[in-house]
């Protein structure tokens, strides 16, 4: 997508360096983070400078590609183990983070020069995954009318993923082909993705929306100002169950007892085969700091970092949850719109390899 006229991808590799958008600074701040080495890559990862599954698949690729060049002459495996190790550390929820250590591992085992072969496979995993968000955006379009209000929660637009998005392809598709679109934004606490990230690309690409606070979307649907929902998903298990950003099985609750389609937008890098349900996905706990502080700019532009809570309160921060595959209308995929048990098996994602 572009930024200020600029096409942009969120992760790219440049002569061993990785780059980022930086999604720490959105939407105050326009900056693209550099990493020199697979270390400085993974703490991108862990710090959030880089977030969302699509796209941290394809940072963590660069990483283990990253950690083959700098392992140097002589016998590469044991510093690439350790990397990949550091990498498979960073965040424990998406399923593509792994996939994405997974396919550069099995193209560097499989080839002659590791080095090389790391670093096309982390560049053909980039490129097939902003590929498989177009179609998503394709298929999904057509879930979408002239006149659409669609909720969506967090950020799954194209700052989670290489480009285009998955939740947000679709409004993307839509809103190119001519229709007329408005969206709701849940904030999405504590790290407020929605209200920070999700608002500015959508501003940035000319679409009606408007950011409500996460306990207003039952009043909105209550109230039939809400014709569909879409998400995105950290990992889908073998039965359907979708692991995402916590909040989200709040909104499917509320979407089935109000009767509103709720759709998950999905690339095959995030279905997880090995995993028989959602009960089975490790949920991140984040730092109970994210609760407690929120950051932003003061009137005269000063990036201020505030407490919100009452000093001496504990928290407790889930990152995730888990919505039942019962709750879920549709999963808008690569290959088309499907229902739970409908999915075709190249949809479905590779079984783990390596
Ligand atoms: O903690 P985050 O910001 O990495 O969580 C991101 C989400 O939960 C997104 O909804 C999900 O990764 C889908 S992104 C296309």
Not at 38 to 66: C, K
Not at 142 to 148: D, I, K, R
Not at 285 to 303: F, I, K, M, N, W
Request: include cysteine; charge should be negative; charged fraction near 20%.
């Amino acid at each position: 997508m572009r930024v200020h006229g600029t096409p942009y991808r969120t992760v790219w590799m440049e002569d061993g360096t990785v780059r980022l958008i930086d999604q720490n600074r959105l939407p105050f701040e326009f900056r693209v983070a550099e990493c020199a080495d697979h270390q400085a890559t993974a703490a991108a990862i862990r710090d959030m400078t880089v977030r969302g599954a699509p796209a941290i698949g394809a940072a963590a690729a660069y990483a283990l590609a990253q950690a083959f060049r700098e392992a140097g002459p002589g016998d590469p495996w044991p510093y690439a183990r350790a990397a990949r190790a550091t990498i498979e550390a960073t965040r424990p929820t998406a399923r593509d983070l792994f996939h994405g250590v997974e396919r550069v591992w099995a193209a560097a085992s499989a080839a002659r020069d590791p080095v090389a072969a790391a670093g096309e496979a982390a560049r053909a995993l980039a490129d097939e995954s902003v590929e498989s968000c177009r179609r998503i955006g394709e298929h999904g379009a057509a879930l979408v009318p002239e006149g659409a209000r669609v909720l969506t929660h967090c950020n799954a637009g194209w700052l989670a993923t290489v480009d285009y998005g998955t939740a947000l392809a679709p409004v993307y598709m839509a809103a190119a082909a001519g229709r007329r679109v408005h969206v709701w934004v849940d904030e999405t606490r504590p790290r407020a993705q929605g209200a920070r990230l999700t608002a500015w690309e959508l501003a940035g690409e000319g679409i009606s929306h408007a950011v409500i606070a996460d306990n207003a979307a039952a009043w909105l649907m209550s109230r039939g100002e809400v014709d569909l929902v879409i998400v995105g998903a950290d990992r889908v298990a073998a039965n359907g169950d979708v692991v995402n950003k916590v909040g989200t099985l709040a909104k499917a609750v509320c979407a089935r007892e109000f009767g509103v389609p709720f759709y998950v937008a999905v690339p095959p890098s995030t279905f997880d085969a090995s995993v028989a349900d959602g009960s089975a996905v490790p949920i991140e706990e984040r730092s109970e700091d994210e609760v407690h502080y929120q950051t932003g700019p003061d009137e005269s532009g000063a990036l201020r970092r505030v407490r919100v809570t009452a000093p001496g309160s504990a928290a407790h921060n889930p990152a995730f949850d888990m919505t039942p595959a019962r709750l879920v209308s549709g999963y808008v995929t690569e290959c088309g719109v499907f229902r739970t048990g409908e999915l075709p098996a190249e949809c479905f994602g590779a079984p783990a390899t390596a």
